[in-house]
């Protein structure tokens, strides 16, 4: 579980002036659910069209299943289903009819593997009926069918519950977990919805103005939403003495020379509040508090400006 799938070192893609990538450097590793955050315009379609070869980076190296070089990279992209920004189907044409012309576009010999992914993906029962005639959901299904129809180690793909209703999004993030899970597959998945992506990811990189501001697994992130006591106060220090002495109180971190945050025993903020006090410290303020998860990436990419 430890083969490193891709690998990208300083990849940059100038327009221009213009950085649309500014040296990223991310590793992913088998088994990994990989969600890539970021604003509209950050670069994240651009990194993925970088990974498959669709534009040619100003700068940087890519590594793909350990490989690089332009031979290493085209062995490595056949290994991978992807679907990036605008995916195109027949409208005029059935799921299978559509399955059937990409598995020929992709060398699969066996026409079996069309039902296998049908049924995968939820579109076993759809016969003859136009992929026009689908749903918003059922086109995103098809899309990824597409991108599975080679039976891929490596999934790219970009902003997938785009337009889905809130049924759609729970079956794409339910459909995604099954890859990883039953499959076996790796994925790199795009959104700028940090609160949706963690439903799903393991890992994230966090992309703004063309850089990579954050990596950081789901734990690490999960650690970021806690809720805590923020308390402001005189003396920092006398106050976490206090705490720690009368309410045995040790996961604490000091945000400033007047700031602090506790994150243990954070439904009793009265009673610290009255601890501290009653030790003739000076409290200006004190509340319970939670960071979302959309705060985080908010604070990250623009200072917490909407």
Partial sequence: MS????????????????????SVSIEIKRGQIYGLIGLNGAGKSTFMRSIMGLITPSAGNIELFGEGGEEGLRRGRRRIGQSIEYPVFYPDMSAHQNLELQRRLGGVPHRGVIEKVLKTVGLEGTGKKKAKDFSMGMKQRL?????????????????????????????????????????????????HLLDELAQVATHYGII???????????????AQSRQYVKITVDDPAAALTVLSQKMEITDYQVITAKELRVYEKTDKAAQMNALLVQEGLAVSGLYASEQKLEEYFMELTTGGAA
């Fill in 3 to 22: 083969e490193t799938i891709l690998r990208t070192i300083g990849i940059t893609k100038k327009y221009g002036t213009l950085n649309a990538l500014d």
């Fill in 143 to 191: 899309v990824l069918a597409k991108a599975l129809i080679t039976n891929p180690e490596f999934l790219i793909l970009d902003e997938p519950t785009n337009g889905l209703d809130p049924m759609g999004i729970i079956e794409m993030r339910e459909l995604m977990r099954q890859l990883a899970k039953e499959r076996g597959l790796t994925l790199l998945v795009s959104s």
């Fill in 208 to 222: 703004h103005h063309g850089k990579l501001v954050a990596q950081l697994s789901a734990e690490e992130l999960a």
